[in-house]
């Protein structure tokens, strides 16, 4: 097994969270970096949050918007 460790953030200044984002709610521009992964060996992609507020609600978003980019859930 070979993992990408993923994570986004809000924009500069944000405190919620730690300034920390779901992804496909933050800054990176993940739908323009997808067709990267594919040219890796990697098999799986692990989500990172350090701030969560609520991480089934960071895990649930990131999920969805990764299965958007074309991500086999």
């Known amino acids: ?9 809000h924009a500069l200044g944000t405190i919620a ?3 920390w984002a779901a992804m496909g709610d933050g800054i990176v521009d993940w739908k ?5 992964f594919d040219t890796t060996p ?5 989500v990172e949050h350090d701030e969560p507020e ?3 609600r960071i ?3 990131s999920y969805d918007y990764l ?7």
Do not use: F, N, Y
């Not at 323009?32 to 990267?36: D, N």
């Open 59 to 61: 895990a649930q978003r």
């Open 1 to 9: 097994m070979m993992a990408i460790q993923v994570k986004d953030t």
């Open 54 to 56: 609520g991480w089934r």
């Open 42 to 46: 990697a098999d799986h992609l692990v």
């Open 32 to 36: 323009s970096l997808w067709p990267l």
């Open 17 to 19: 969270e730690g300034g």
């Open 67 to 73: 299965v958007a980019c074309g991500a086999r859930g």
